[in-house]
């Protein structure tokens, strides 16, 4: 085999991947969710909280929760002054409309505009402090999205994201976004169901729990989707392309490689990036299946043009990615989940997120503790020393996320699988 010269070249990345200077979110910002039990449940501000996390470690952003359960539009407004200036927010992403027309039984004018005063007070209030607003509609429920794209609860939601719009502020339009997920699992509901022979129905694909308007994991998900993307958070992470035709030369965006060397058969490089992809632990991967969230939010993308035929093997840091064909590498390859083994994370950046989803739960959970003490024992005389605690303990939690997304060189391995080594394993 005529082996390609070695080379130790640096291919310095761009300053940012495209599209993110338009990410909404910036250095300093302090976020505060507020919304009914959808958000109460901490779930999609915590997959927020993660993205940004991860794709901007340069970033110093604080997040915190304000949702209640059973909340209306009118009671957010009422709690701002307690429950969410105090915080100091820089930008407030405000989600209700269920409860505002009682899940349907009430969707009338005067609820209407009691929602509508609602919004209009939160976005007052919070610009006079100083705060970016994001009116969002409402998560969408169980019902046909069909017809629902024309119903009550998203005409309302639209003239409230209108409102806010007119007050200077933004909106995020999360039903829609959401109903082309359902969309797409009713599809899929629809072409298993056909395929039993039997007649019978598995459990079908949903984002819903049992009484149609609480989300699930998945239906969580969805309406993280569509904060991100309404935040304008950029599809790409990072990209690395190396061209092994010889002498190796590689080219990098959002990132730098460096200490590129070896040949086709194998090669190896530094690569250090800017930011990581958002990733959500264990099978996550399969809620992918119906929200774009690899395509759309975490692009992390590996490509090695003019491979000899055949099947190579990839490594970072000693962890297995998995193993394609030449073909493959040369289209380029998502690794953000990419692993030899399933119940494994792959890639350095994988577990990195992986233990980030554990400290951010850890974070949420600690910050439901003085509330709970306040609701259940208000004349505890420890409570005063226990929010001090449960602050100190927020900081540490907060170093300990950071440290887990710092920016820290990855050690690739390209290799050729040859046929005998494919055969012994």
Known sequence: MVRIALAAVVALGVSASAGAEDFALRDGDTVVFLGDSITAARTYGRIVEQYALLRFPERKILFYNAGRGGDTAAGGLARMDRDVLPLKPTVLTVAYGVNDIGWGTRADAEHKQAYLDGVRGIVEKARTAGCRVYVCSAAVTRSDPDKEDRGFLQTMCDEGMALARELGEHSIDVQRSMREVQRRMIKANAAEDAKRADGSKKDEH???????????????????????????????????????AGPLAARAEGCAVTNLAGDASKMTFDRLDQGLPLDLGLFGVLKYRFIPVHDQLARYMLTIKNLPEGEYAVTADGRGLGEWPASRLGEGVNITSATADGWQPGGPWQAAAWALASATEARSKLSQVPPEIEIRLPESPIAADLDARVREADARLRDVQRLLVAPRPFRFVVERVEKGNEEAR
């Not at 309404?230 to 990209?239: C, E, F, T």
């Open 206 to 244: 949903t984002l819903h729990v049992a009484d149609g308007v609480h989300l699930n994991d998945e239906g969580q998900l969805a309406m993280a989707f569509a904060i991100l993307k309404g935040l304008g958070a950029p599809a790409d992470v990072s990209a690395v392309t190396i061209d092994a």
